[in-house]
DNA sequence: CCGAAGCTTCGGTCGCGGCCGAAGTATCCT
DNA sequence: AGGATACTTCGGCCGCGACCGAAGCTTCGG
C-alpha cells in the first residue's frame, strides 16, 4: 500500500511558506542556487539549506553539483505537474476569503496568457498551439497517452526542433518520460503538449526569439518576432 | 498575483497526517460524516472537527447538513485532481527510503486495476475503457479538451447512462464543469474518462452491478455480471 | 598557502498547531 | 419532557519543526 503517510508528507513539503516559495522559483524548470533560492524565500542559507535537503530526501527536488555550487531543480514532469494542480486548487478558493470573485491581477493575466510549466510552454499560448498542431495531425492526444505523428516529426525537425537523443535511457520501462504527453494546463482547462516534444518545442521557441522569459517569474513574452513566427509556421495568430 | 502564501495553505492542509488520511478516504467521491473522518483518520471527534473547518474554509471539502449529520466531499474535480497528482509523486518518490524498488501490496496491485477517482472510474479498467470508447469515436479527445460525439451520446444512453439535467447552471463560463475530460491515470500514465460523462458512467457500471466497492477503500472489484456487460456493450474484456 | 565564497552541520530558542477532556448546542427518538 | 446522538467550542498541554548564530567543510582564485 502506497501509506498515506507518504502521501501526507509530500503535501507537507510543499506546505512550508519558505519552502513553497523556493518551489515556485524553481517552476520555470530553471535550476537554482542555495543562496538564490534562500533570497526568494526570505531566509538565511542555513535554514535554507535545510529546507532544500529535506526536499531532495523527499524526491521532490534533485540536485547537480558543479565546482562548488549545486544546483537544485525540480525532480520530474510529475512533481512539476503535482507543483501546478496544487496552485490551480489554490488559485480557485485562496482568495475567497470574503467571497470576493477573486481579482486577477495584471500578473495573472501575464501567466494565463503564456508561461513556461516547468520545461514546457503552457496558458492560452501553449494551448491554442497544440489545437493547432492536432488539427494538422502532427500530434495524436487520443492514442496512448499522446503521440507524435511521423508527419509530425518531420514538421517539427524542419522547424528547429531538436529532440533529445536520449533513447538509450527511454526505454528503461514505463517509468521513463513519455515522449509526447498531455498536460492539463490549470488556466485554460484544457491540455496542452508536455514530454520531450513539450520540451524541445519550448526550447526551439525560445532559441528562436520567439518568446523570452519575463524577469524573474515563469510568464512568457511573445515578442514581434515571435508573433511573425507562429503566423507562418503553425498559422497561429497572437494578438495584444 | 496568486499569492504564494494561498499555494503553501493549500498543501499544508494536505500535509497533516491526520488530514491526509481524512482526504483519502474522501477520494472515493462519496460524502462521509464527521465522525467516520474522526475514525479513518485515528483522532477523537473534537479533533477532526477542527480538521474539517479548516478543510472547508480552505476550499478543500464541502459539506452539506442533512438533520443532525454533517456530509462532507471533495469540493470540486480539481481538488481530486490535485489529490491524485500528489499520490502520485508520493507513490513515485515516498518509497525510496533505501532504494527499494517499491514494493507493491496487493492492496495496490487492486487500486492499480481499478479504482474510483472521485466520482469516475479510474486504473487499468478506466484507462481500457476510454481507449475502447475513442476507438469506436464515442468520444474525443483531441477537441477542445475533450468532447463526447453524438454517436457517443446515444450509445451511452441506450446503454442506461443517465447524464444530469443541469444544463442551466452548465452556462456559466468556463469556469463550469467540463462535459466530457480527459483526467491522467497516475497508475498507468494514461487518460480516462473524468467530467460530467466520467461520473455517469461511473454510476451507470455502479448501477448495473457491474462493479463493486470493495471495503473502505477506493478499489472496485469487478463482478462477473461486469465480466459480461463489459465484454457486450464495450468489447472490452477484463481478466482475472 | 591564504583568504574568500558557497554550503552544511550543530545547538539552542521559540512559536505554531495538533491533540484531548470537558462543556455547550442542535437534532432526533420515544 | 428526557435521554441519546452528532457535532462544535473552549482551554490547556506538549512536541515538532522553523529559524538563526556560530562553527566546520570544501572549492576556487590569487
Redesign the pocket.
Known amino acids: 500500500m502506497v501509506s498515506t503517510s507518504a502521501f501526507a508528507r509530500s503535501a507537507?513539503?510543499v506546505?512550508?511558506?519558505?519552502?513553497a516559495n523556493m518551489l515556485a522559483a524553481l517552476m520555470d524548470g530553471r535550476a537554482l542556487?542555495?543562496?538564490?533560492l534562500?533570497r526568494a524565500?526570505?531566509?538565511?542559507?542555513?535554514?535554507?539549506?535545510?529546507?532544500?535537503?529535506?526536499l531532495?530526501e523527499g524526491g521532490l527536488l534533485a540536485?547537480e553539483?558543479?565546482?562548488?555550487?549545486?544546483?537544485?531543480r525540480v525532480a520530474s514532469a510529475s512533481v512539476a505537474h503535482m507543483l501546478e494542480s496544487i496552485m490551480s486548487v489554490a488559485a480557485e478558493c485562496g482568495g475567497v476569503a470574503r467571497g470576493k470573485p477573486i481579482s486577477v491581477g495584471p500578473r495573472d493575466k501575464a501567466l494565463r496568457h503564456a508561461r513556461t510549466c516547468y520545461d514546457h510552454l503552457a496558458g492560452e499560448l501553449a494551448v491554442r498551439l497544440a489545437d493547432k498542431l492536432i488539427e494538422r495531425g502532427h500530434v495524436d492526444f487520443s492514442a496512448d497517452g499522446g503521440a507524435l505523428t511521423p508527419e509530425g516529426a518531420t514538421f517539427l525537425i524542419a522547424l528547429g526542433v531538436q529532440f533529445e537523443a536520449k533513447s538509450s535511457h527511454a526505454a528503461s520501462g514505463r517509468g521513463s518520460r513519455l515522449f509526447c504527453r498531455p498536460c492539463l494546463d490549470w488556466s485554460e482547462r484544457r491540455s496542452h503538449i508536455a514530454g520531450a516534444v513539450g520540451a524541445a518545442i519550448c526550447q526551439c521557441c525560445l532559441g528562436h526569439g520567439w518568446v523570452k522569459r519575463l524577469d524573474g517569474t515563469r510568464a512568457i513574452e511573445v515578442t514581434p518576432a515571435g508573433r511573425r513566427g507562429f503566423a507562418s509556421a503553425f498559422d497561429l495568430f497572437i494578438e495584444n
Open positions: 507537507a513539503l506546505g512550508d511558506p519558505a519552502r542556487t542555495a543562496k538564490e534562500a524565500a526570505g531566509v538565511t542559507p542555513q535554514t535554507a539549506s535545510g529546507h532544500l535537503a529535506r531532495t540536485v553539483q558543479q565546482g562548488r555550487h549545486r544546483y537544485h
